[in-house]
């Protein structure tokens, strides 16, 4: 019979729900160099492997252990290491842009938290200079960064919105999120015709016109 705590643990998991709007991480987390958490997940790895009663002297199973531990550590969960953060250099808005700009169909790569499985979509981001801009390809990052760690696509949402935020000095964000879990189309339900959307407005964007011209230029080319 399982215990109260794996209880309530199913079922938030099974329920896609975050605890904290920031990723949980304890403090002794970068203590470790990344070469000693390759060594140790590819030790772990290789039991679960065992485990499963795979044979691990075969030639195309015996290097899984350390090729899943390099991904980990150093392309899939690399948001995790505030080393990996982009560096950010905003610029003046000398053609004294006023609309909104929109970086739509941002490749997104990221891993459900729950079932550390893939989480697969498109961010749309939009914001309006308050003076200040940045570069295109540096949105693109900021996504990428928080995408790169175990998530819940809300927090992902709002992560994304609150650095942009943070960045261009603004409150007028907007950040919508359009993407697939496998851990709803491979597992449990097994619907894999169904997407989740999340979005995030901050500023002039909580204005239902200004909402609207978002998401009338996401539309644009579909």
């Known amino acids: 019979m399982k215990s109260s705590n794996l209880v309530d643990a199913d079922v938030i998991g099974d329920n896609h729900i975050a605890t904290s709007i ?3 991480m304890r ?3 970068f203590d470790l160099s990344d070469e000693q958490k390759i060594s140790i997940i590819e030790s772990k790895f290789r039991d679960i492997m065992d485990t499963l009663g795979l044979d691990l002297n075969d030639d195309s199973l015996n290097g899984t252990p350390h090729r899943v531990a390099k991904m980990f550590v150093q392309e899939i969960f690399k948001g995790l290491n505030p080393q990996a953060s982009p560096k950010i250099s905003v610029f003046e808005n000398k053609f004294q842009y006023q609309e909104m700009l929109v970086e ?16 697969i979509g498109k961010a749309h981001v939009a914001y309006v200079s308050s003076g ?4 295109l390809s540096k949105i693109n990052r900021i996504v990428d960064y928080y995408a790169r760690r175990p998530q819940v696509q809300e927090r992902l949402t709002v992560q994304i919105a609150r650095e942009l935020k943070r960045v261009l000095n603004t409150e007028d964000v907007a950040v919508v999120i359009d993407a697939k879990h496998m851990c709803v189309s491979v597992r449990g339900i097994e619907d894999e015709s169904s997407s989740t959307l999340t979005a995030e407005y901050g500023g002039v964007f909580k204005q239902q016109n200004r909402r ?7 539309a644009l080319g579909k």
């Not at 739509?104 to 989480?119: A, V």
């Not at 200040?132 to 570069?135: F, L």
């Not at 609207?212 to 996401?218: I, Q, S, V």
């Open 22 to 24: 920031y990723t949980p």
């Open 27 to 29: 403090p002794d987390a």
């Open 104 to 119: 739509k169909n941002i490749n997104l790569n990221s891993t459900c938290e729950h079932h550390f499985l893939p989480i």
């Open 132 to 135: 200040k801009v940045i570069g």
């Open 212 to 218: 609207e011209e978002f998401l009338k230029y996401l």
